[in-house]
């Protein structure tokens, strides 16, 4: 029986880059939809539910994207209270890739220095869904996490959001000027950049300070890099010290993380993928 994936997208044109990902993860035909919304999700599941009998619905699967990971959590969750027992299909969430962009950096910094539980955690820009997923993921570790904005209420809104969707306790502070970067990074251990495209975010000489820094990750593929002085194929080089990974040395592990993903959406019928569950599955990954 063919593997069939229903993507729903918020954005007007359907991801490109998830379809070819889903492909080369297992999926035999895409079913794409653009410019989805909440209303349209119910009708659209639906007709994966009632097509199948229940014991062949494991070979049905959603994929949820887009630009917009608020409007992607609707999706899902529109998603999932449309289903309901046995007749039920597994579903992934990762708009713009968020979900395993976030899962691999963290995953990466729990490879370098084993149990975050206790750690110091800076995440750069941690207002964004990226960095907010890597938070929340850091937090329900133990790490100390706080995240940086350079507005102090867009700050406080997404920690608020991140304590509350996480059930774990993160900071947040004002990143707006490089006097403030010493201050910020003081007794960090680990260092996430997930901030926008081509803005350097963190000298090399303010990281180099912080004597206590074990692992810096940067997100950023745009120069100027985030993190000056690492290098976009980083992947665990020892940098003055300290443990580096930069965006394409997290990124290849994403791109096997997002395909090993699909796979498993086809071996159970029953699977929701978000932050939490995709974290499993990468930490799985390492393991062997």
Known sequence: MRNLLLQLDSSRHPSVFDQVVAYDGGADEIMSYGGVTPEDVRDLVHGCMFTRGAKDL????????????SQGEQLL????DAMFAPLTVSVMLDSNGSNTTAVAAVVKIEQAVGNVAGKKAVVLAGTGPVGQRAAGLLAMGGAKVTITSRKPEQGEKAR????????????????AS???????????????????????????????????????????????????????????VARDGVIAYGAFGVG?????????????????NDLVLDAESIADIAREMHKK
């Open 160 to 175: 608020q959001f991140i304590n509350a969707r996480f059930n774990a306790q993160v900071e947040s502070t004002t990143l």
């Open 252 to 268: 290849n592990f994403k791109t096997k993380l997002h395909k090993r993903c699909i796979a498993r959406l086809f071996e159970r």
């Open 58 to 69: 494991k070979h049905t699967a959603i994929w949820i994207g887009g630009n917009n990971m």
């Open 178 to 236: 490089p006097e403030h970067q010493a201050q910020v990074l003081d007794g960090a251990e680990i260092l996430l950049n997930s901030g926008p495209a081509g803005v350097q975010m963190v000298s090399k000489a303010a990281w180099n300070a912080v004597k206590t820094l074990k692992v810096a990750v940067d997100l950023n593929a745009v120069p100027p890099l985030g993190l000056e002085g690492i290098e976009v194929d980083d992947a665990g």
């Open 77 to 80: 969750a529109m998603a999932v």
